[in-house]
């Protein structure tokens, strides 16, 4: 099918698109990469009166390092980040789940922030920046505010966002030394949505004993989910598997998924603990510089 009718805007910078969502308020749509919203359009679930686009907005496509932290550009592109050396060194957990968001052609246009303001709970990108505790710098045309992962993702969907806000910056930061880190997810066919997916990270000591954990899920709930407690076991202990093995039975106890026509809930439930396994086992052979456990099944 075609789009609705719609009013088209394609300003030419922050403040002329901010000024227009102010004034056009509720039913004004963004459009980044369109990846989200253009099949949204054309199937026409969403009908907005206005279209502003922000493809036209120079400077908004960035990634650079800044005092700790990897600073993106809302409108960055995903193919952009998946191919940025300072990325894979700065932020390998990033650089991992990049490869897995749909195909090239997807990522080539899509953008880092249209994925986290679509927030679709089966996205890759809200769990990594829910497991790093990244910040997400949003603007009206009158205030700017940083917003992080626990108070950005609201459910199924929604996000704090105000519709005269625009997310226009995402903040991650740099990966300390003696980290491992990794994405690993489970989906039916190469370029599905996960069915499930973990992102994990592991520091540790020179000692070798693990000094933090995170561990955020996608797939399993309306927004990412971080299981803090089941990581936080990990602390004060040598990465082993017995540990893994008992950190994916508290993620698998955690999550309470729905089923659908792809999954049942209880399959969900059990893949949720074996992937957060085997994204701790993957994460501590790359803390370690160890060789990686082989993949099973999920896709890289
Ligand atoms: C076949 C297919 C497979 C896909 N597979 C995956 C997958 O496996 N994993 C995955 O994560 N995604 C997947 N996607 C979605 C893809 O990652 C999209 O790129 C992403 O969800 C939206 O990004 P976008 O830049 O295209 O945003 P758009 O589609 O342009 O916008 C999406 C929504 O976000 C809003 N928005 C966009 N940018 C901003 C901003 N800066 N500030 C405020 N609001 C904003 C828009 O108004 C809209 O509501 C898939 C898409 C397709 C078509």
Redesign the pocket.
């Known amino acids: 099918m075609k789009p609705p009718r719609f009013e088209y805007f394609a300003p030419t910078s922050v403040d002329e698109a901010l000024a227009l969502l102010a004034e056009h308020g509720e039913g004004a ?11 949204l359009l054309n199937f026409r679930l969403v009908r907005p009166p206005q279209v502003v686009d ?1 493809n036209e907005i120079p400077g908004l496509g960035y990634i650079r390092e800044e005092n700790g932290w990897l600073v993106i550009g ?2 960055t592109r ?1 193919r952009a980040l998946e191919t940025s050396s300072l990325v894979r060194e700065r932020c390998p957990l990033l650089a991992d789940a990049l490869p897995q ?2 195909h090239v052609q ?1 990522r080539n ?3 880092i ?3 986290l ?2 927030a ?1 709970p089966a ?3 809200p769990a990594v920046v829910a497991a790093l505790e990244g910040e997400l710098v949003v603007r009206s045309r009158t205030a700017r505010r940083i917003v992080t992962p626990d108070t950005f993702f609201v459910t199924y969907l929604p996000t704090s ?1 105000d519709p005269a806000e ?2 226009v910056e995402v903040r991650l930061p740099v990966t300390p030394p003696r980290t491992g880190t990794a994405f690993v997810e489970v989906s039916r066919r190469h ?4 069915l499930v997916g973990v992102a994990a990270t592991l520091t540790l000591d020179g000692a070798g004993v693990c000094t933090k954990s995170a561990i955020a899920l996608t797939g399993v709930g309306p927004t990412p989910i971080v299981a803090r407690d089941a990581a936080q076991t990990l602390v004060g202990e040598k990465p082993a598997p017995e540990a893994f093995e008992e950190v994916g039975r508290r993620v698998s106890a955690l999550v309470h998924p729905d089923g659908d026509l792809h999954a049942s809930s209880e399959y969900r439930k059990h893949v949720a603990g074996v992937l957060a396994r085997r994204a701790l086992a993957r994460a501590a052979a790359r803390a370690t510089g160890a060789e990686e456990p082989p993949t099973r099944g999920e896709r890289r």
């Open positions: 749509k963004v459009l980044a990469g369109g990846q989200s919203l253009v099949p922000l809302g409108m995903q968001i749909g997807i246009r899509g953008t922030g249209g994925s303001a679509h679709d996205a890759e990108l966002l625009l997310l370029g599905d949505f996960a």
